[in-house]
């Protein structure tokens, strides 16, 4: 699934796993992941091996079920926990403040500050904003559900992450890490 053209990035955007509920609006950041949500990340990261789409960057919202779901692909794709392992360098990881309860366009900003040397970045966040970035990459290739928990969205980009706008990432697959 790795594109040939050197030139080519590849974005991949992640909603974070399946999340315990809360009992209120003050502990939503501190949410962990439940038991299917821990195996539907492992699952996530499996198949961003499978497809060779191991992330050179990663950016992560604070919140505890993002840093649990960026854990469990690690995990999945690697076998051995984000810290690195024998398959190979480990990726930068940015536990980015304004990835939680972002808006697309913020999101889009992020994006736009990867550096320019990486090929393969995965954002991991929340719905509304995580779906609507991919619907503002690529309007013609999302449905209207949006992503749903533990889902991977894959937009391939232009050669500069700065110059990453509206309608200029095609989607060339999703995946749902469902258990």
Do not use: F
Not at 80 to 95: A, C, D, F, I, K
Not at 105 to 122: G, W, Y
């Amino acid at each position: 699934m790795t594109d040939a053209d050197p030139d080519t990035r590849t974005l991949v955007l992640l909603r974070h796993a399946k999340a315990e509920q809360g009992s209120d609006a003050a502990d939503d950041a501190e949410r962990p992941l439940s038991a299917r949500g821990n195996a539907d990340a492992a699952g996530a990261g499996a198949w961003l091996a499978h497809h060779g789409l191991l992330p050179d960057v990663v950016i992560c919202s604070p919140a505890r079920r993002t840093r649990q779901t960026w854990h469990g692909v690690a995990m999945g794709m690697t076998g051995s926990p984000p810290e690195g392992g024998p398959t190979g360098p480990r990726p930068t990881v940015r536990y980015e403040p304004g990835a939680y309860d972002a808006h697309p366009e913020e999101l889009l900003s992020l994006v736009r500050t990867v550096d320019p040397a990486a090929r393969t970045a995965l954002l991991i966040a929340h719905n509304p904003g995580i779906s609507l970035l991919s619907a503002l990459l690529d309007p013609e290739g999302v449905d209207d559900e949006g992503l749903r928990t533990a889902e991977l969205a894959v937009h391939r980009c232009p050669p500069g992450w700065a110059e990453l706008s509206r309608a200029a990432a095609p989607l060339t697959a999703r995946h749902t890490a469902r258990g």
